[in-house]
């Protein structure tokens, strides 16, 4: 029943994934170097290189598909306030003298929700900016610049693009050397997140998630990968980094080299949250799954929300949970949180989580409110996984989910609540999508209670066309969307 999906597929970031380990060469130890900021890894056992080794070389980076990314979607217009349109004010949990900008326990929503809309949005076209890209797989923007558009590459690279028209003005970062990155579209590793501090760039910092080389402990427990979330400081010159700035926040070992999440985004109260997958294999069992599922080990950052304090990663976040072995986590019970955002009107959370053999999910959490248990591995989207009974007694159900039969979906791509400008009737309307070959572009209304959807996906009412599956959504710093497929850039613009 439980098919090991092609890896020629980016399909395979919903099916199950036995290769553990072994993803021939590649990618130096990363150097990492410098700093060891603490790096505080979970339980899942020793480190590869130690804190910041200055590690090998070479580097297979690939081209190939795949992963995760971040996104800046915290920090955005005030509180409540109405049109995100541009405007970042970020930090409005903050009230800590000195730093309006530290990581601080957040202020929990009391208007949860909206009205369902009258009518579905107008009709939308997708306006082409790139078809040349070498799997992007996130794009975001700077605080406050309207000008420039931040592509990351699954092989390593953030290029910078116009906003306007996608021309490439240069490449911001490339670690594609010391990062471990997929060859093929099926791969779920490599550079799979970025996230600018909220006050960049007086806060000169940007933050990424990527894969490099596994390692093997005292005990003989495997694992294929380790996840590494680190800081980087953009130099003199505003289109390039600095590479001898890097400073590791936190690591942790992949069992299996699929189902690595990726995702990162600061929300309102100026935290980093960090998706972290199951650990990969299927079922959230095998080698270095927890009895039970290592979505469901409090002790392990695997299957989680993480919620880290970027200047202390070492100690445990103001709010986070106090209960949690790892200090780290904010929510559990998920298993491959490829792309979550934050309403950056509102501040909740949306969490698309990519299901296993038949449903897709969407999870919303209210601004503010942590340790909700999503479920996986116990439920798979509103249903028992597997089938027959289970106790659902704690859980948080998704807001919306949907079956993979019928329409060639498999795998949901989170996306984000439309805040922009331009399209006044797609205002408060959350657009997500999935990869699978059916290339759907999906939008509902969260009411705080059940999720107002439109009765055609987007893609088909509108005829929109992509020229490869989709990888990612992303948020300019004027709100408006985009959407990322193997090769492309599209912008969700209104159409005549
Ligand atoms: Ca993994
Ligand atoms: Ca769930």
Same mark, same amino acid.
């Given at each position: 029943?439980?098919?090991?999906?092609?890896?020629?597929?980016?399909?395979?970031?919903?099916?199950?994934?036995?290769?553990?380990?072994?993803?021939?060469?590649?990618?130096?130890?990363?150097?990492?170097?410098?700093?060891?900021?603490?790096?505080?890894?979970?339980?899942?056992?020793?480190?590869?290189?130690?804190?910041?080794?200055?590690?090998?070389?070479?580097?297979?980076?690939?081209?190939?598909?795949?992963?995760?990314?971040?996104?800046?979607?915290?920090?955005?217009?005030?509180?409540?306030?109405?049109?995100?349109?541009?405007?970042?004010?970020?930090?409005?949990?903050?009230?800590?003298?000195?730093?309006?900008?530290?990581?601080?326990?957040?202020?929990?929503?009391?208007?949860?929700?909206?009205?369902?809309?009258?009518?579905?949005?107008?009709?939308?076209?997708?306006?082409?900016?790139?078809?040349?890209?070498?799997?992007?797989?996130?794009?975001?923007?700077?605080?406050?610049?309207?000008?420039?558009?931040?592509?990351?590459?699954?092989?390593?690279?953030?290029?910078?693009?116009?906003?306007?028209?996608?021309?490439?003005?240069?490449?911001?970062?490339?670690?594609?050397?010391?990062?471990?990155?997929?060859?093929?579209?099926?791969?779920?590793?490599?550079?799979?997140?970025?996230?600018?501090?909220?006050?960049?760039?007086?806060?000169?910092? +940007?933050?990424?998630?990527?894969?490099?080389?596994?390692?093997?402990?005292?005990?003989?427990?495997?694992?294929?990968?380790?996840?590494?979330?680190?800081?980087?400081?953009?130099?003199?010159?505003?289109?390039?980094?600095?590479?001898?700035?890097?400073?590791?926040?936190?690591?942790?070992?992949?069992?299996?080299?699929?189902?690595?999440?990726?995702?990162?985004?600061?929300?309102?109260?100026?935290?980093?949250?960090?998706?972290?997958?199951?650990?990969?294999?299927?079922?959230?069992?095998?080698?270095?799954?927890?009895?039970?599922?290592?979505?469901?080990?409090?002790?392990?950052?695997?299957?989680?929300?993480?919620?880290?304090?970027?200047?202390?990663?070492?100690?445990?976040?103001?709010?986070?949970?106090?209960?949690?072995?790892?200090?780290?986590?904010?929510?559990?019970?998920?298993?491959?949180?490829?792309?979550?955002?934050?309403?950056?009107?509102?501040?909740?959370?949306?969490?698309?989580?990519?299901?296993?053999?038949?449903?897709?999910?969407?999870?919303?959490?209210?601004?503010?409110?942590?340790?909700?248990?999503?479920?996986?591995?116990?439920?798979?989207?509103?249903?028992?996984?597997?089938?027959?009974?289970?106790?659902?007694?704690?859980?948080?159900?998704?807001?919306?989910?949907?079956?993979?039969? =019928?329409?060639?979906?498999?795998?949901? +791509?989170?996306?984000?609540?439309?805040?922009?400008?331009?399209?006044?009737?797609?205002?408060?309307?959350?657009?997500?999508?999935?990869?699978?070959?059916?290339?759907?572009?999906?939008?509902?209304?969260?009411?705080?209670?059940?999720?107002?959807?439109? =009765?055609?996906?987007?893609?088909?009412?509108?005829?929109?066309?992509?020229?490869?599956?989709?990888?990612?959504?992303?948020?300019? =710093?004027?709100?408006?969307?985009?959407?990322?497929?193997? =090769?492309?850039?599209?912008?969700?613009?209104?159409?005549?």
């Amino acid at each position: 029943m439980y098919v090991v999906a092609a890896l020629t597929l980016i399909a395979s970031c919903s099916g199950d994934d036995s290769s553990s380990g072994s993803d021939a060469g590649s990618g130096g130890a990363s150097g990492a170097g410098s700093g060891a900021n603490g790096g505080s890894s979970g339980d899942t056992g020793g480190s590869s290189g130690a804190n910041g080794g200055d590690g090998g070389s070479s580097g297979a980076a690939g081209a190939g598909a795949g992963g995760d990314g971040g996104s800046s979607g915290g920090g955005t217009g005030g509180d409540g306030a109405a049109d995100g349109g541009g405007e970042l004010d970020s930090g409005t949990d903050s009230g800590v003298p000195g730093n309006e900008f530290a990581c601080v326990a957040p202020t929990p929503s009391t208007d949860f929700g909206a009205e369902c809309p009258a009518e579905d949005p107008v009709t939308l076209k997708l306006t082409p900016l790139r078809t040349d890209l070498n799997v992007p797989i996130f794009v975001t923007h700077a605080p406050d610049d309207e000008s420039r558009l931040f592509v990351v590459q699954r092989g390593g690279q953030i290029l910078i693009l116009d906003r306007e028209d996608g021309a490439t003005i240069g490449t911001f970062l490339d670690i594609g050397s010391q990062a471990t990155t997929g060859t093929n579209e099926g791969h779920e590793y490599g550079l799979l997140g970025l996230a600018f501090h909220p006050n960049y760039p007086e806060d000169p910092r +940007i933050f990424v998630n990527y894969t490099i080389d596994g390692y093997t402990t005292d005990d003989g427990d495997e694992y294929s990968l380790e996840t590494l979330v680190t800081s980087f400081e953009v130099s003199d010159d505003p289109n390039v980094i600095d590479m001898s700035s890097e400073q590791i926040l936190v690591r942790f070992g992949q069992p299996q080299e699929n189902h690595n999440g990726g995702m990162l985004a600061f929300g309102k109260d100026n935290c980093l949250y960090v998706g972290a997958g199951d650990g990969g294999n299927g079922n959230d069992t095998g080698p270095g799954h927890s009895a039970g599922g290592n979505g469901q080990d409090l002790s392990k950052p695997l299957g989680k929300i993480l919620r880290i304090d970027q200047d202390d990663p070492s100690v445990r976040a103001p709010g986070n949970p106090t209960d949690p072995e790892y200090e780290h986590i904010w929510d559990y019970g998920v298993r491959n949180p490829w792309r979550f955002s934050f309403d950056r009107d509102t501040g909740d959370m949306y969490i698309g989580d990519v299901g296993q053999d038949e449903i897709e999910e969407v999870s919303v959490a209210p601004r503010g409110v942590g340790n909700n248990n999503f479920g996986w591995p116990i439920m798979e989207g509103a249903s028992c996984f597997g089938g027959g009974g289970c106790d659902m007694d704690g859980l948080v159900l998704p807001a919306y989910d949907y079956p993979h039969a =019928a329409n060639s979906e498999n795998c949901v +791509i989170g996306g984000y609540v439309y805040r922009g400008s331009a399209i006044p009737s797609l205002h408060g309307w959350y657009l997500y999508g999935d990869s699978g070959t059916g290339r759907r572009i999906r939008a509902f209304v969260w009411d705080g209670e059940a999720a107002c959807d439109t =009765a055609v996906p987007l893609s088909e009412r509108d005829g929109l066309t992509l020229n490869g599956r989709i990888t990612s959504f992303g948020e300019d =710093a004027a709100g408006e969307l985009y959407v990322t497929t193997a =090769a492309g850039l599209y912008r969700i613009d209104q159409a005549e």
